[in-house]
């Protein structure tokens, strides 16, 4: 039967660059990664195929020889250049799993940092020795401008894989023991072949610990972990943005066998405002004002995000003017100086008028010369040459 074309598996073009390798190969062993797909052989078989395509591809080398012999490069006997995928002379492919830990920037080990789209999808990463980390978890948390102004202390609620109660993470029913894994006889790892590859993964059956508890826990089914909903006070320092990223160490899922819980990160989202319009560090709002107090000036009293604030406006100002007021907007979240509130004036009109209005009106305009010359002497200078 022909191998089908390492190109074609990933899904990418001939010439991809090893960005979009990695893109492809990462999408592909989600996809059928064998423990987003337990029992089903045909995912197991295409992790296979992926994860050699990506063996060959990603090495310059192998992908030379690869693009000028097809799979004969790779072929006992057949071909010049490497015969083995794993380097000059054969070898056989590196465990698939090593492929995929490379690309999703490593699983194992660790503290409670850990994190990533590993951790995430497949709670965790792991030992060999069957312990494994808690998956990191994301809460969207939802705020108001004045929340994100001033700080707020929030309590959320959410699900997540907890340490058994019952068998205290063990797996086990209270008072049974552990035996050898009979999959892997005690050694947490299974080896098996494909042709001429041949690779070695954690048992599936122990999860790298090489037992198995003889009798399964009944209140999570020998897992040691079930899921509950917790609670949480978060504090939510002033001066956050939306898409601001609160990290609470620990907090998210229990480990497996000892592994180390995973952390909870907290995203912020914060709700668009009746009035104020962020821009960085500034608030940008928009406010009214009569005709009569732009002309003549005056002071009035306008809203922040902290009370109240006097403004002045000077006689003569435009619809459009924008004032500022150092320091009124948002505080700096590493502790620099606040931002400042950009206030833009718009001059309102009035759209009906009293029989005595009117007249006052039509005598200031009589006087001040506006029913000869409606617009501005500037503006008439530069539109002049269209009449």
Request: charged residues 35%.
């Given at each position: 039967m022909a191998q089908q074309d390492y190109y074609e598996l990933l899904g990418v073009e001939k010439g991809a660059n090893d960005e979009d390798l990695k893109k492809a190969y990462r999408k592909k062993a989600v996809q059928y990664h064998p423990d987003k797909n337990p029992g089903n052989k045909e995912a197991e078989e295409m992790f296979k195929k992926v994860s050699e395509a990506y063996e060959v591809l990603k090495d310059p080398q192998k992908r030379a020889a690869y693009d000028r012999y097809g799979h004969a490069a790779f072929q006992q006997?057949?071909?010049?250049?490497?015969?083995g995928p794993g380097g000059a002379g054969g070898g056989g492919f590196h465990?698939?799993?090593?492929?995929?830990?490379?690309v999703f920037g490593g699983a194992g080990g660790g503290g409670g940092g850990g994190g990533g789209i590993f951790e995430e999808m497949f709670g965790?990463?792991?030992?060999?020795?069957?312990?494994?980390?808690?998956?990191?978890?994301?809460?969207?948390?939802e705020i108001t401008l004045e929340e994100a102004a001033k700080g707020v202390e929030k309590e959320i609620s959410f699900r997540k894989a907890m340490t058994c109660e019952r068998c205290d993470g063990s797996g086990a029913e209270p008072g049974s023991k552990k035996v050898q894994c009979p999959t892997c006889t005690g050694h947490g790892q299974v080896r098996r072949s494909g042709g001429i590859i041949t690779f070695t993964q954690t048992c599936p059956t122990c999860g790298g610990s090489g037992q198995r508890v003889e009798k399964p826990c009944t209140a999570c089914r020998g897992e040691g972990r079930t899921a509950k909903t917790t609670k949480l006070n978060v504090r939510v320092p002033a001066g956050v943005e939306s898409g601001s990223r609160l990290r609470s160490s620990g907090n998210g899922e229990a480990g497996l066998a000892g592994g180390q819980p995973g952390?909870?990160?907290?995203?912020?989202?914060?709700?668009?405002?009746?009035?104020?319009?962020?821009?960085g560090g500034d608030l940008f709002c928009e406010i009214p004002i009569k005709f009569t107090l732009a002309s003549l000036g005056g002071s009035i009293e306008v809203p922040t995000l902290f009370g109240k604030a006097s403004l002045k406006i000077p006689v003569g100002t435009q619809s459009g003017t924008t004032f500022r007021l150092k320091g009124k907007g948002m505080p700096?979240?590493?502790?620099?100086?606040s931002g400042d509130q950009l206030i833009r004036v718009h001059v309102e009109v009035p759209q009906s008028l009293t029989p005595e209005q009117r007249k006052i009106l039509e005598d200031f305009a009589r006087v001040s010369g506006d029913a000869d010359e409606p617009t501005s002497k500037s503006f008439f200078e530069k539109?002049?040459?269209f009449f």
């Open positions: 006997g057949g071909g010049a250049g490497p015969r465990d698939p799993f090593d492929i995929f830990r490379d965790g990463g792991g030992g060999r020795g069957g312990d494994r980390d808690g998956a990191d978890l994301r809460y969207d948390l952390d909870l990160y907290i995203v912020i989202n914060i709700r668009d405002h009746e009035l104020f319009e962020r821009q700096s979240l590493r502790g620099g100086s539109a002049k040459k």
